[in-house]
């Protein structure tokens, strides 16, 4: 038993001193939700120019930030019907976007304009939904 405790707390160790060594000095100065609640999700266009992200309930915010200026680009407050945003995503032509929350309903947005706008609410019937993707053709 005490070989299991010291070799989980040399692997807890590294992990830090590794992390600690290897952290960047970025910092992102603009909130990813208004009430400081935590960020479910995040994925990056297929074009790196903008960052998607899904937030925790009461309000659940789906945002766009635009990486070039580091501001947000377009924002979404979530209705009472749905919960928390667990994950985001893009389609692989960077013409849609989704996110599906916890309790498993997608929310799909047509990005080929200027201002994103929804497009469907995809009922999967299942409960504690936490990522989704694009198939790589845009087909699912």
Not at 70 to 96: I, R
Request: proline share 2%.
């Amino acid at each position: 038993m005490k070989t299991k405790i010291k070799t989980i707390t040399l692997y807890i160790f590294s992990l830090f001193f590794t992390t600690s060594i290897s952290a960047q000095s970025l910092q992102w100065t603009f909130l990813a939700h208004p009430d400081s609640l935590q960020v479910n999700g995040l994925a990056f266009s297929k074009d790196g120019k903008f960052l998607l992200s899904g937030t925790d309930c009461h309000p659940s915010h789906i945002r766009l930030f635009n990486l070039e200026n580091g501001l947000m680009q377009w924002n979404y407050t979530v209705g009472d019907a749905f919960m928390c945003q667990m994950g985001v995503g893009f389609s692989a032509d960077n013409k849609y976007f989704a996110s599906v929350e916890e309790m498993g309903n997608i929310l799909l947005f047509d990005y080929n304009t200027n201002a994103a706008t929804i497009r469907d609410t995809i009922y999967m019937g299942t409960q504690y939904a936490f990522s989704l993707c694009f198939s790589p053709n845009n087909q699912k």
